[in-house]
């Protein structure tokens, strides 16, 4: 069985950082794209930055130039570096991932737990 582990929230001042993780851990032989969601309250789930395998990236328009997502494929693990936080980026943060692993031969797509961060001063 595959599983996404994030770590790395918390409570953090309007201006600060943060640095989420997300280890992938089981049977893996490979995984595609990894990325982040958030969910804040009333609110749908929305992509925040998601990287291929080949490290190509894709992000929210409202994180661009503040949040950077990286991946290191022998880690099984990607990252979310996020600085100049703001209130509103205040949500539950998911980490997603397409592996591949031994026990189904064909790539499933997974979710982390969620973690929280919060924007507050």
């Known amino acids: 069985q595959v599983q996404l582990v994030e770590s790395g929230g918390g409570l953090v001042q309007p201006g600060g950082s943060l640095r989420l993780s997300c280890a992938a851990s089981?049977?893996?032989?490979?995984?595609?794209?990894m990325g982040w969601y958030r969910q804040a309250p009333g609110k749908e789930r929305e992509l925040v930055a998601r990287i291929t395998s080949g490290g190509s990236t894709n992000y929210l328009d409202s994180v661009k130039g503040r949040f950077t997502i990286s991946r290191d494929n022998a880690k099984n693990t990607v990252y979310l570096q996020m600085n100049s936080l703001k209130p509103e980026d205040t949500a539950v943060y998911y980490c997603?991932?397409?592996?591949?692993?031994?026990?189904?031969?064909?790539?499933?797509?997974?979710w982390g737990q969620g973690t929280q961060v919060t924007v507050s001063s």
């Open positions: 997603d991932a397409d592996v591949r692993s031994i026990v189904t031969m064909t790539f499933l797509h997974y």
């Open positions: 089981g049977s893996i032989l490979n995984i595609n794209g």
